[in-house]
């Protein structure tokens, strides 16, 4: 590239800060960007709180992949407010609000440290969680890239149900499940109240590109029966501030969402740059960097016991960074598991006030006897390492947008386990839309039982229509490969991104 060239020339390395907002879904894909844009020859920083460096650097202690994958990533570290003590996930609104108040001010005396060292800011690419950036970028006139950490569905969802509702905060909130939306002949939305139909659902029709969705397909943030009103606003108030932003980008790749990207492009230009996941998986290699995600506790090393099993014999069950099940829901996924008869490798992670080593005592009487050989429980792993290895058949996932992507990315075929945020349309899409997995059924007390589970296990690894799936998944996997190729979409996408960043800087 031109651009690129004269850069080498003058020796000018544009300066670009990448902050993510401290949970590890949102900072994984954020410092994989990071780690691509270094490999364009610009100087970046990676701006983290003080416990999430704290964290990352206990959890990757011994662990030389890990920190060998640290060693060109530039770490600086803001205030978060909270005391060092204070468990960040289970007070997540009090977080959000005083790394507002108190991470703003580090922030801001962060850059000016950068400005007395000659190290102006060219661009900063921000979370879109963290809505206060743009006031502090436009007060150094530094050009802003907003990211979005969810799928292009989703952000189209929030965006015109933000911009058509007008949504204020304040004592009630609009029902969205009460609402019909549907295409109008000026490509506009209109609201239509009706009874609930025959199945107590209603449908979302037709927004902009994006199929037919059931009220219950839509992120629970915006759903009536939503418990967290903090989160909606959290969500939400990203929408206020997009249009300071130079540039839109996403973890997706055109393949995977081209009509819901063409559904907001008019309004917003969204560049996909995903999926961020590191080369090394998506080009087929296997070099010894392959773990080069970050973690925020310790991952078990479970290699060994995966290459004691056959080809396409292991169930992975995992439902991510946040989400903890009751004892009922683990119960029904153990018995479940077990009477399918296949080998698994379940990630239990442990909730607020247990030890990491306690993380069994939930699980059924002698379930751990009964299974042994046959199953593993852990409480963290190596997710990408443990997806790319040849013994995983099926991935049981909460449907979070990083697993999805992740899992798709190596094709392999989900069981959709979706609780909240934006899981329930990921799990559509996964279903009904790629057709890449099923979705578990939840029966009238809320729990998904262990014959849902066993049956739809035995579906997967027996049946034709199990065949389709993981002929579909590795279609889907050969896509997002070929987006990071040479002419690939979001290869493209990232160089266009930088060419912009050197040519403004």
Not at 213 to 232: E, H, K, M, R
Not at 335 to 358: H, Q, T
Not at 427 to 448: C, F, P, Q, T
Not at 462 to 470: C, F, I, K, S, V
Request: hydrophobic share 40%.
């Amino acid at each position: 590239m031109e651009s690129l060239g004269k850069l080498e020339k003058s020796n000018k390395r544009p300066h670009v800060v990448v902050f993510p907002y401290p949970a590890q879904g949102h900072i994984n894909p954020l410092m994989e960007f990071a780690n691509r844009l270094l490999s364009h020859n610009l100087m970046v920083t990676f701006v983290a709180t003080e416990k999430v460096k704290e964290r990352i650097a206990q959890a990757q202690d011994g662990d030389s992949c890990a920190n060998s994958a640290l060693e060109n990533i530039r770490i600086e570290t803001i205030s978060d407010g909270l005391t060092p003590d204070l468990d960040r996930e289970k007070n997540s609104a009090m977080k959000a609000d005083l790394l507002k108040k108190f991470g703003s001010v580090s922030f801001e005396h962060l850059i000016e440290r950068f400005n007395a060292q000659g190290k102006r800011v060219s661009c900063i690419v921000y979370d879109s969680f963290l809505d206060w950036v743009p006031q502090i970028a436009k007060k150094f006139a530094i050009p802003l890239a907003f990211f979005w950490t969810q799928s292009c569905a989703v952000y189209s969802i929030y965006y015109h149900y933000h911009k058509r509702t007008g949504l204020l905060y304040s004592q009630q909130l609009i029902i969205v499940s009460t609402i019909i939306f549907s295409a109008s002949s000026t490509g506009g939305l209109r609201y239509l109240k009706e009874e609930d139909d025959l199945e107590n659902e209603m449908y979302v029709k037709g927004i902009f590109g994006l199929p037919q969705l059931c009220s219950s397909d839509l992120p629970s943030f915006i759903q009536s029966s939503n418990p967290y009103p903090s989160a909606t606003k959290l969500v939400l108030d990203q929408f206020d501030i997009v249009s300071q932003a130079k540039w839109i980008l996403g973890n997706s790749f055109k393949e995977l969402e081209e009509t819901e990207i063409k559904s907001i492009d008019s309004l917003v230009q969204p560049r996909t740059v995903g999926p961020l996941i590191p080369p090394s998986y998506l080009e087929g290699s296997n070099p010894k960097d392959t773990n080069v995600r970050v973690h925020l506790w310790r991952a078990t090393n479970c290699m060994n016991w995966l290459k004691m099993k056959g080809e396409s014999t292991v169930i992975y069950v995992s439902f991510g960074s946040f989400l903890v099940l009751s004892k009922e829901q683990i119960h029904e996924i153990a018995f479940g598991l077990n009477d399918s008869g296949y080998s698994f490798l379940w990630v239990i992670r442990p909730s607020d006030d247990k030890e990491a080593n306690n993380i069994t005592q939930d699980l059924p009487e002698g379930f751990l006897e009964e299974t042994n050989g046959k199953g593993l429980v852990v409480p963290w792993c190596p997710q990408m390492m443990v997806l790319s290895h040849s013994s995983i058949a099926l991935f049981m996932t909460h449907c979070g947008w990083n697993s999805t992507l992740e899992s798709l990315s190596l094709g392999v075929p989900m069981l959709a386990f979706p609780e909240w945020s934006d899981q329930p349309t990921n799990a559509k899409y996964i279903e009904d839309h790629w057709k890449i997995g099923r979705r578990l059924s939840r029966r009238d007390d809320g729990l998904v039982g262990r014959e849902e589970l066993n049956k739809l296990i035995k579906e997967v690894m027996e049946t034709n229509q199990g065949a389709e799936l993981r002929k579909n998944a590795l279609w889907w996997k050969t896509l997002a490969m070929k987006s990071f190729g040479k002419s690939g979409s979001s290869n493209k996408n990232i160089e266009s991104f930088v060419e912009e960043v050197i040519n403004s800087a």
